[in-house]
């Protein structure tokens, strides 16, 4: 390298086939020396992006070269902002693979926008949340430039994804900070109740029920509440929940006029039939649009259990003399 970038007639700039400087191949496997060497030449540009925007500082925070970054983020002609095409950062791949070295080298560098989203909407706050990342989180939620709600092009907040994927710890910690709305729903109207009611994720759901601004009752846009979609899985624990709260109406039908009740007893889910029936606020022939009851949905089906708890009683025979 050194030989090399002594000659007069090498262009240390110069692109190979896939439009990659040799500062761009040496950050993106971590080569320090290298990299050093490179940024000691007054004519190597070190914020020159690829053909997909991809810079030197973005190869280093996507592979993880926490040695490289330091080195560029030295740098005065570095934008730690440059996105690629998808629009992610360095600060969004840092953050997306939890390295928390990186993400408090690139919070601490003057100009960094750590609320950047993705071509998708999805900040690095999203993105450390829905891969798990909860030192990440905790570092970025610490930021006054932050905003906890923001939604991706879904309407899908951080707070959203945890309750997706049934983060109960990172649900917690996203609660936590004093700002959060934990009852933002996404573009199809469903909240972080109404997803995780539907996932099975009974810690997520009791902790939610724990704020006093989540309507337990909130219907999606296809009227379907967190009772429905805990009911038509048979979530029981979930069902249970919700039933011991006295906002929650467990006879709510959908858009096509199917109640909890209908859609549990369609799917088989015997235990949680039981629960609704033993209400004396659920009716248990209640038809939807299509004049189907829960005692037919049952039958069509064949789901014989089902079918015992909600056939009405025989007659009693009557006595002759």
């Known amino acids: 390298m050194k030989i090399l970038l002594g000659r007069d007639d090498v262009n240390p700039n110069k692109l190979?086939?896939?439009?990659?400087?040799?500062?761009?191949?040496?950050?993106?496997?971590?080569?320090?020396?290298?990299?050093?060497?490179?940024?000691?030449?007054?004519?190597?540009?070190?914020?020159?992006?690829?053909?997909?925007?991809?810079?030197?500082?973005?190869?280093?925070?996507?592979?993880r070269h926490e040695g490289a970054i330091k080195i560029l983020l030295g740098r005065d002609g570095v934008n730690p902002?440059?996105?690629?095409?998808?629009?992610?950062?360095?600060?969004?791949?840092a953050a997306y693979h939890g390295h928390e070295g990186m993400v408090g080298m690139l919070l601490g560098r003057d100009g960094i926008d750590p609320d950047k989203p993705d071509g998708s909407g999805q900040t690095p706050l999203s993105s450390a949340t829905e891969s798990r990342h909860e030192g990440v989180v905790r570092m970025l939620l610490r930021r006054y430039d932050i905003n906890p709600n923001k939604p991706d092009?879904?309407?899908?907040?951080?707070?959203?994804?945890?309750?997706?994927?049934?983060?109960?710890g990172m649900v917690k910690i996203l609660l936590g900070h004093a700002d959060i709305n934990p009852d933002n729903s996404n573009m199809y109207g469903q909240t972080p109740l109404g997803c995780a009611a539907e996932g099975g994720h009974e810690g997520v759901v009791r902790t939610l029920l724990g704020r006093d601004e989540v309507n337990p009752n909130k219907p999606d846009k296809d009227g379907k509440t967190p009772l429905w979609w805990a009911a038509c899985y048979g979530h029981e624990g979930i069902v249970k929940a919700l039933l011991g709260r006295d906002d929650v109406d467990p006879d709510k039908p959908d858009k096509c006029g199917q109640t909890p009740l209908a859609c549990a007893a369609g799917n088989g889910h015997k235990g949680v039939v039981k629960m609704l029936l033993g209400r004396d606020d659920v009716d248990p022939n209640k038809p939807d649009k299509y004049g189907r009851t829960p005692l037919r949905l049952a039958t069509l089906n064949s789901y014989e259990g089902v079918i015992d708890l909600l056939r009405p009683p025989a007659s009693a025979p009557h006595s002759t003399a």
């Open 81 to 93: 902002n440059t996105p690629d095409v998808g629009g992610r950062t360095p600060l969004w791949w």
């Open 153 to 168: 092009k879904e309407s899908q907040t951080s707070l959203w994804w945890a309750a997706y994927h049934g983060y109960e």
């Open 16 to 63: 190979n086939m896939n439009g990659e400087t040799p500062l761009m191949y040496a950050s993106s496997i971590g080569d320090e020396g290298v990299v050093k060497l490179l940024l000691g030449r007054d004519d190597v540009n070190p914020g020159k992006p690829d053909k997909d925007g991809r810079t030197p500082l973005w190869w280093a925070a996507h592979n």
